[in-house]
């Protein structure tokens, strides 16, 4: 199986601040990662598809990517980035990889605001 | 708008059984692979169970395999569930998920149904 590993596990950001995300994978899974928002009592919602994909619906200040320009990282390393942090971003954050079954989420990302 | 609605959740004792549903409106359920993913309290997403559009391939987590059944009614657009042997481990939120036909990732869940297994 793919193991997902997430940092930081729970970050504090003032409103409009730059947030960044961390998503590893255990062996290279090209481009199919995805990201996930949480919040308690309501659906789960797709923000990111395929990396770098906006979700139709999502605000632009969400963004995703892929860190690590050496081969050896390539394919593993994937980043969600909230230009301009909200107070309605508060949430918990996971990314899944796509490329192989069983599909699996990384442990999540809780964002809090300051 | 699209959507999916869980329903079926309660307590159960351990070695229980539950049956699970999840319904869809307002598009072709019958064209799209169906998961169910769970979240225990205080932890993370953990990928249970999908089926294909048509029904004919079913895939489980090791950990819910022999125990689980995922299974879809497609003239009712209604996705299923069947845990049996239920243990503690299996509490948790379950939510159903449409899967994207090419990147395979989620783009629509419902809100869950909670599963308690406790005596």
């Known amino acids: 199986d793919i193991q997902m590993t997430q940092s930081p596990s729970s970050l504090s950001a003032s409103v409009g601040d730059r947030v960044t995300i961390t998503c590893r994978a255990s062996q290279r899974i090209s481009s199919y990662l995805n990201w996930y928002q949480l919040k308690p009592g309501k659906a789960p919602k797709l923000l990111i598809y395929a990396a770098s994909s906006l979700q139709s619906g999502v605000p632009s200040r969400f963004s995703g990517g892929a860190s690590g320009t050496d081969f050896s990282a390539s394919g593993t390393e994937f980043t969600l980035t909230i230009s301009s942090l909200q107070p309605e971003d508060l949430a918990t954050y996971y990314c899944q990889q796509s490329y192989s079954t069983p599909l699996t989420f990384g442990g999540g990302t809780r964002v809090e605001i300051k | 708008e699209e959507q999916l609605l869980e329903s079926g959740g309660g307590l159960v004792q351990p070695g229980g059984s539950l049956r699970l549903s999840c319904a869809a409106s307002?598009?072709?359920?019958?064209?799209?692979?169906m998961s169910w993913v769970r979240q225990p309290p205080g932890k993370g997403l953990e990928w249970v169970s999908g089926?294909?559009?048509?029904?004919?391939?079913?895939y489980y987590a090791d950990s819910v395999k022999g125990r689980f059944t995922i299974s879809r009614d497609n003239s009712k657009n209604t996705l299923y569930l069947q845990m049996n042997s239920l243990r503690a481990e299996d509490t948790a939120v379950y939510y159903c998920?449409?899967?994207?036909?090419?990147?395979?990732?989620?783009?629509?869940w419902g809100r869950g149904t909670l599963v308690t297994v406790s005596s």
């Open positions: 998920a449409k899967r994207d036909r090419q990147y395979w990732f989620f783009d629509l």
């Open positions: 307002t598009f072709t359920f019958s064209s799209y692979a």
């Open positions: 089926i294909s559009g048509g029904g004919d391939g079913t």
